[in-house]
């Protein structure tokens, strides 16, 4: 069983649309994470979110926005796509966060984003 | 602002090798530091967390240490193995459970 799962696992797409990638986690963790890893494979952190705090990264453009139905998703929204944001996209969860008291972050599999 | 910074950015040995990868960060106010593992392709493997109050962890074949003070860390793999092969990503993690992720190891571990 998968513990976080992304969809789609590849995206092209063109400049200027909007998009959104999925992410679910089934291990009943209260904080989730987007993060964005880069061509040159340099991972940064993108919102860590719980229901309680969403902690934005200040380089984020307002362009891309999580959005979370429940505790168990958190969706990445992205508006005007473009060419600068292909990327691959990991969403990641764990059961604490936003404290002192830090535990692991587990990765989904990546969402391999491409604009065109 | 922290920064993560990882040395060698690849390292190649042939198979039984022990090896050691770096790992030093700029803001010593960390809550934790862990270690990753990333095949080609694929996600992060958390391999080793180490809290702010700890020294050192173990886990099999792997050895991460931790020194607050000098902003370093280390990973140790003992008789390393082709499967070890993979990039290897250390991530210092501050307030709001962010982590701040190196450049990572490539390594290649020769049959």
Not at chain 1, 26 to 42: A, E, I, P, R, V
Request: charged share 20%.
């Amino acid at each position: 069983d998968t513990a976080v799962s992304q969809t789609p696992k590849y995206l092209v797409t063109q400049m200027g649309n909007d998009k959104s990638i999925k992410c679910e986690q089934n291990l009943g963790h209260d904080t989730m994470y987007w993060y964005k890893q880069d061509s040159k494979k340099f991972l940064k952190i993108m919102f860590s979110y719980n229901n309680k705090e969403l902690i934005i990264n200040e380089t984020v453009p307002n362009r891309f926005s999580p959005k979370s139905p429940d505790k168990a998703h958190l969706n990445l929204h992205i508006n005007s796509l473009e060419l600068g944001d292909s990327a691959v996209y990991f969403c990641a969860s764990s059961q604490l966060g936003g404290g002192p008291r830090t535990d692991t972050q587990y990765f989904g599999p990546g969402t391999r984003l491409t604009v065109l | 602002k922290q920064e993560v910074t990882q040395i060698p950015a690849a390292l190649s040995v042939p198979e039984g090798e022990n090896l050691v990868l770096n790992c030093s960060f700029t803001d010593s106010a960390i809550y934790n530091l862990q270690w990753f593992r990333q095949d080609p392709g694929k996600g992060l493997t958390s391999l080793l967390l180490i809290q702010s109050s700890q020294r050192e962890q173990t886990s099999g074949r792997l050895n991460a240490s931790l020194d607050k003070s000098s902003g370093r860390s280390t990973l140790y793999i003992a008789a390393s193995q082709p499967g070890d092969s993979a990039t290897y990503l250390c991530a210092a993690t501050n307030a709001g459970n962010m982590l701040t992720f190196g450049g990572g190891t490539r390594l290649m571990v020769k049959p």
